[in-house]
C-alpha cells in the first residue's frame, strides 16, 4: 500500500529531526573534547575543535529553522 502524503510528510519530518539531533550531538561532542583539553592544551586541536564547534552550532542552528518549517508544513495538512 502506498503511503498518503501526509504519512510521507511525517516521515521526511522525522528524518530532518534525525539530522537536526546529529548535528547537536556533534556540538555536545567537540564541546566535550574542548572541555578536556583545558588539563592537556593542543592549540593545534583548539584551533581545529574551534572551527568544527562554530560549524556544527551553525549547521544546527540552520536545520532546526528547516525543521521548524517543515513542521509547520506538516501541522498545516492535520
Excluded at 70 to 75: R, W
Aim: net charge negative; charged share 40%; proline share 1%.
Amino acid at each position: 500500500m502506498e503511503k498518503s502524503n501526509l504519512e510521507l510528510k511525517e516521515e521526511f519530518l522525522r528524518k530532518i529531526e534525525d539530522i537536526k539531533n546529529s548535528c547537536e550531538s556533534l556540538v555536545e561532542k567537540v564541546g566535550h573534547l574542548q572541555v578536556d583539553l583545558f588539563n592537556h592544551p593542543d592549540k593545534d586541536l583548539e584551533k581545529a575543535l574551534d572551527k568544527l564547534n562554530n560549524d556544527f552550532s551553525n549547521d544546527h542552528e540552520f536545520i532546526t529553522e528547516v525543521w521548524h518549517a517543515y513542521e509547520d508544513k506538516v501541522n498545516a495538512l492535520k
